[in-house]
């Protein structure tokens, strides 16, 4: 039986990263199930109980190490794992481990990963070094892959898929509904999901978003609905801006699942998010939604909707701007909502490829051949 080792940010509780891991699997077990996954995980525990594969703690260099030895495939993603704009510490880890993957002559590959923001010479260096030995690298973006050739990795092959997430099912709508019932969410109201995430730009900001999704709450006749992705970071902000509300909002604060994440999100009439996972998850269950975007990769994927999917900077956004943008959403919605759906099966086809490009490169030894579309068997 072929071994993968999976690296990435697993295992911290961020429901993205954890939505990312269970796309991986799933594609994984649906295409060809006798391949065995081993997860690099901040708590192997956890990772192995909710997703129901083997992991161990990617900090015990030892056994990471022997696990690379003995792989056939590290795969290095999803996510946004190439990155220094907070720090060159957590890019020059996933670096360490191809590096370790090189010295063991296991073969790895990027997988449907984010790319940048770039910004330290050495985090460059870095990069053209490891990535040109990569055996071929997937990229949820268009602007992720130029960035590589910017940067001049160049040599292994370079396919634009989509974020692994895509490929997860969401709960049903009952458990759904049963979860908010419980956060004593009103009924018979539109809801409006807030996803935002802890970002330094001035000390009015919290101000200036609670104005913006109080107006359009009003406006709408509305409750926004906190959905916190990374907890207790999330709920902390949620408490912050909820308090400046001048209507009833309410704050998911259950642990949720990926997959209830993505089901909630599908309950709300109108997103806005800061966080790019509710963001997908917003595309992915056809409801209406406006990026705040702080981060290049927010702004990448929203801009691949057009104007099917609103974008705000966070940096100069107003009030004003904020409750004019919902309002907007709101009254587009339907021919929105067509429109997210419509593109829904091609991310999902091209979530999955990133899967049939890893098993090519286990079942023909390197070469890559294309899987056609016969195998991804209706995901």
């Known amino acids: ?70 792989a056939d495939l590290l795969i290095s993603g999803g996510g ?95 458990e759904a ?29 919290p101000d200036v978003l609670a104005r913006g999704i109080s107006d359009a709450a009003a406006q709408l006749g509305a409750t926004p609905v906190f959905i916190p992705m990374h907890q207790p970071d999330d709920i902390a902000l949620a408490e912050d801006i909820a308090k400046r509300l001048t209507v009833p909002s309410v704050i998911l604060r259950t642990q949720l699942t990926p997959s209830q994440a993505k089901a909630i999100v599908g309950q709300m009439d109108v997103m806005l998010a800061m966080r790019l996972h509710a963001l997908m998850f917003a595309a992915a269950q056809g409801t209406p939604a406006v990026a705040m975007t702080y981060d290049p990769k927010v702004t990448a994927f929203a801009n691949s ?15 004003d701007e904020i409750t004019r943008t919902i309002i907007d959403a709101w009254a587009n919605r339907e021919d929105i909502r067509s429109a997210l759906y419509a593109k829904l099966p091609e991310l999902r086809r091209k979530a999955v490829r990133n899967t049939c490009l890893a098993l090519s490169l286990l079942n023909s030894k390197g070469t890559i051949t294309e899987l056609d579309e016969s195998d991804y068997h209706g995901l």
């Not at 071929?136 to 997430?165: F, H, M």
Request: aromatic share 6%.
């Open 305 to 319: 909707f057009s104007e099917n999917m609103p974008v705000i900077d966070a940096r100069e956004t107003t009030a």
């Open 80 to 174: 946004s794992l190439l990155q220094d704009i907070t720090s060159a510490r957590s890019a020059a880890y996933y670096f360490g481990l191809m590096l370790i993957a090189e010295l063991c002559r296991a073969p790895f590959m990027i997988y449907a990963q984010g790319i940048g923001p770039i910004t330290r010479s050495v985090t460059k260096l870095q990069m053209r070094t490891l990535l040109n030995r990569a055996r071929l690298i997937s990229v949820r973006d268009e602007d992720s892959a130029n960035l590589l050739l910017l940067l001049g990795v160049k040599k292994p092959p370079i396919y634009v898929t989509a974020d692994p997430s895509f490929a997860l099912e969401p709960a049903e709508d009952d």
């Open 1 to 70: 039986m072929k071994r993968i080792v999976i690296s990435g940010y697993y295992g911290f509780g961020n429901i993205g990263d954890e939505a990312v891991l269970a796309g991986i699997i799933a594609s994984f077990r649906t295409i060809q199930d006798d391949v065995e996954l081993l997860v690099l995980s901040g708590d192997p525990a956890h990772t192995s109980a909710t997703h129901g594969v083997q992991a161990i703690n990617r900090c015990a260099i030892s056994a990471v190490i022997s696990a690379i030895r003995d």
């Open 177 to 205: 509904r049963r979860i908010l019932g419980e956060a004593q969410v009103p009924e018979g109201k539109p809801l409006l999901g807030v996803a935002v995430r802890h970002w330094s730009v001035s000390e009015s900001w």
